[in-house]
C-alpha cells in the first residue's frame, strides 16, 4: 500500500496518543493537519508560529522517534504555518519552516582519579564533594556552523574551526585565537566548533567558559584554599574554550595558573580555543610566557562582512523565521548597517516585528526609519586624519607625504581630494581643515574644493579616484 501524508500522519498520532496525556495531545496534536509526502519529508500545518514553537521546544524528540518509524532514519519533518497577512488585505499566506530537532548538550561524565582517603575534587560548576564529576559543556547547541554564513571575512577563520572541530588536539591551529571586532562571530564560531566537537565525539570533555567567569572561579579557589583542585579540574577538559581572553589582563595570578592549566593540556593532546578583540600584539598587561603560546597555533581574524556576506546573513535570518521581503529592502539594510552581524541581525528582526506587531507594509520608509536608529547608534565618525589614511592608501603614499610641500601632480592631487573629502564630511572650518592636512591655510583649502569640483566635470579618470574614495569613506 502506497503512503500517503494522511496515512503516515495518522500512524504517528497513534504512536503519539499512546506516549503523553489526553488533554496535551488534544491540545497539541488534534489542530495539526498533514499536507504532503515527499521522499522522506513530511510537511504538516499548524495554526500559529507559536504553535510551532512549543511543538519544537517540548515535543520534537516524539516527533522524531514516531516519524523515525514511518519514515526511517533519514526522515525529515516540516511545518506549514498557516497565518494572517500583515501586508495588506490579502489572502491568509503560509510560511514554512524546518524542524531545528536540535537538543541541548549532554553533560559529560569524568571519573577523575583521586590520591587520598577522603579526596573532594571541586568542580567549580557545581556543589564541591563529589567522585564522578558531570561536566556542564555550557554550549549553546543553537550557534552551530550551519548557521555561521561564510564568507572572505570569516573563510580563514570558520575553516580552521572546522579542522579544529574534526581533529580537536590534532591540528597545528592548537592554540586557535579567533580575534576581532565586536559583534563580528567569535562567540559564535566558539561555540560552533564545541557543538561540532561533541556531535562527532560525545566521549570529550568539552568546556566554554568566559575569562571573566574562569577569573572569579580562580579567586574563589584561593579563598577556599583548594587553588590545585581547580587546576586539577581544567586538567579533565578535552577542548577548553575560553572566551575573551583578553579580559585576564593584569591579572597576574590568574595567568600564572592558567599558563599551568594550558601547558598541560597542549603537552597531553588537548585542545585549547580562545577567542579576543585583540591581536595577540596588541594585548596589553598580558604575560610574554602567555602571549606567546597564544601564537604557538594559529591566529584567525574575523572582519567586518562584505555586502555580499551581508546579504546572505539576512536571508538566512529570513528563512530561518519563515518570512518573506523583498529583495530591494535586504539591500537596503545590507547597503547602510556594515559594521558588524550583531547590528544586521537587531535591525532585520525589528523590521519583521515592526510590519508584524504594527501590522505595516514592509517599505523602504519603514526600513529606513528602522535603520536609522542602528546606524545612529554604530556610524563612524569619520576623522579628518580617517579621511588622509584613506586617500593617502588609495594613492599609495605615506601621510607625511600628503601633507609635505612638494608640488608633484599626483601628490597635489591626492592632497585636494583629502582636502575636498573633509569639507563635505566633517565640521570642522576651512582653517582648522587646512591646519591639519600640511598646515595650509584656508584659502588653499577653498581652491582645492573647486578644483575637484572642476575635475569632477571634466576628467573621466580623476572622476573615479573621487567616486572610490567616496564608497570607501561611507563604507
Excluded at 573532594?120 to 552551530?144: A, C, D, H, T, W
Excluded at 546606524?375 to 579628518?384: A, D, G, L, T, Y
Amino acid at each position: 500500500m502506497t503512503k500517503t501524508a494522511q496515512s503516515v500522519w495518522e500512524n504517528c498520532l497513534s504512536f503519539i496518543k499512546d506516549n503523553i496525556q489526553d488533554q496535551a495531545y488534544k491540545t497539541w496534536f488534534e489542530p495539526i493537519k498533514s499536507v504532503e509526502l515527499t521522499d522522506n519529508a513530511l510537511y504538516i500545518q499548524v495554526p500559529s508560529k507559536f504553535f510551532y514553537e512549543w511543538l519544537e521546544e517540548h515535543y520534537v524528540k516524539l516527533l522524531k522517534v514516531a516519524l523515525t518509524k514511518e519514515l526511517g532514519k533519514n526522515a525529515k519533518l516540516l511545518y506549514k504555518i498557516k497565518m494572517e497577512n500583515t501586508y495588506g488585505n490579502k489572502q491568509p499566506f503560509t510560511e514554512q519552516l524546518p524542524s531545528a530537532n536540535r537538543v541541548p548538550m549532554k553533560p559529560q561524565e569524568v571519573d577523575a582519579p583521586f590520591k587520598n582517603l577522603n579526596p573532594e575534587l571541586k568542580n567549580p560548576f557545581v556543589i564541591p564533594g563529589i567522585r564522578n564529576l558531570k561536566i556542564e559543556s555550557q554550549l549553546n547547541p543553537n550557534y552551530s556552523f550551519d548557521n555561521f554564513l561564510e564568507g572572505d571575512s570569516n573563510r580563514l577563520a570558520r575553516s580552521a574551526g572546522m579542522a579544529v572541530a574534526n581533529k580537536p588536539g590534532g591540528t597545528s591551529f592548537n592554540p586557535l585565537l579567533i580575534f576581532g571586532g565586536v559583534g563580528l562571530g567569535k562567540t559564535h564560531l566558539a561555540h560552533a566548533i564545541g557543538v561540532e566537537v561533541k556531535d562527532k565525539y560525545p566521549e570529550k570533555t568539552v568546556l566554554y567558559i568566559s575569562a571573566e567567569i574562569f577569573t572569579q572561579q580562580y579567586i574563589d579557589s584561593v579563598k577556599k584554599n583548594n587553588r590545585n583542585d581547580f587546576i586539577h579540574f581544567y586538567q579533565l577538559i578535552d577542548v577548553l574554550i575560553i572566551d575573551d581572553v583578553q579580559f585576564l589582563s593584569g591579572k597576574s595570578g590568574t595567568q600564572d595558573v592558567f599558563f599551568h592549566i594550558f601547558n598541560y593540556l597542549h603537552q597531553n593532546g588537548k585542545q585549547v580555543i580562545l577567542t579576543s578583540d585583540k591581536a595577540p600584539v596588541d594585548m596589553q598587561d598580558i604575560e610574554q610566557r602567555l602571549l606567546s603560546r597564544f601564537k604557538w597555533g594559529l591566529s584567525a581574524e574575523l572582519h567586518q562582512p562584505d555586502y555580499e556576506t551581508r546579504i546572505s546573513i539576512l536571508k538566512n535570518i529570513l528563512y530561518r523565521d519563515g518570512v518573506e521581503m523583498p529583495e530591494d529592502i535586504l539591500e537596503y539594510v545590507a547597503r547602510n548597517i556594515k559594521t558588524n552581524v550583531r547590528e544586521l541581525e537587531g535591525a532585520i528582526i525589528s523590521l519583521i516585528a515592526q510590519s508584524s506587531f504594527n501590522k505595516k507594509e514592509v517599505t523602504i520608509e519603514l526600513a529606513k526609519s528602522v535603520v536609522e536608529k542602528f546606524v545612529k547608534n554604530v556610524k563612524r565618525e569619520i576623522s579628518i586624519d580617517y579621511i588622509q589614511k584613506i586617500v593617502s592608501d588609495y594613492f599609495q603614499l605615506d601621510i607625511e607625504t600628503l601633507q609635505s610641500k612638494t608640488r608633484k601632480r599626483h601628490v597635489v592631487q591626492a592632497r585636494q581630494l583629502a582636502m575636498f573629502f573633509a569639507k563635505k564630511f566633517t565640521k570642522a572650518s576651512l582653517a582648522n581643515i587646512g591646519s591639519q592636512i600640511g598646515d595650509r591655510d584656508h584659502a588653499t583649502v577653498l581652491h582645492a574644493c573647486k578644483t575637484v569640483d572642476n575635475l569632477v566635470s571634466t576628467d573621466k579618470q580623476f572622476k573615479k579616484f573621487v567616486e572610490d574614495i567616496n564608497k570607501k569613506l561611507t563604507l
